[in-house]
């Protein structure tokens, strides 16, 4: 099993900085692909930036590029969300979430059905 619980969430002003981090633990995820997904009141589970295995490959949502930054320290078995720029538009629960199928894999994941663990989440309120 894996667990994995995200903290740094909090409450900024529109242009702020927050940095979230997901900390995980049982089973590594070294070699898993992982991400981040935000959910706001009423709307759909939406991604947001994901991470291959050792950190070479990310990809992230149109509305976050230039804006945030995935990163991973496997040694320290951390993923994290470095999010710049804030915009209230950016407001919302953030998810970490790890995928357990794709050991080593080279590539990066943007659908939420295809990773099978998921934090509690972690509310990010940007206020205007």
């Known amino acids: 099993q894996v667990q994995l619980v995200e903290s740094g969430g909090g409450l900024v002003q529109a242009g702020g900085s927050l940095r979230l981090s997901c900390t995980t633990s049982?089973?590594?995820?070294?070699?898993?692909?992982m991400g981040w997904f935000r959910q706001a009141p009423g709307k759909e589970r939406e991604f947001v930036a994901s991470?291959?295995?050792?950190?070479?490959?990310?990809d992230y949502a149109d509305s976050v590029k230039g804006r945030f930054t995935i990163s991973r320290d496997n040694v320290k078995r951390t993923v994290s969300l470095q999010m710049n720029s804030l915009k209230p538009e950016d407001t919302a629960v953030y998810y970490c979430?790890?995928?357990?199928?794709?050991?080593?894999?080279?590539?990066?994941?943007?659908?939420?059905?295809?990773?099978?663990?998921w934090g509690q989440g972690t509310q990010v309120t940007v206020s205007s």
């Open positions: 991470i291959n295995w050792s950190g070479g490959l990310t």
């Open positions: 979430a790890a995928n357990s199928k794709s050991a080593y894999a080279a590539y990066t994941l943007t659908v939420k059905e295809s990773y099978d663990y």
């Open positions: 049982g089973r590594t995820v070294s070699s898993y692909v």
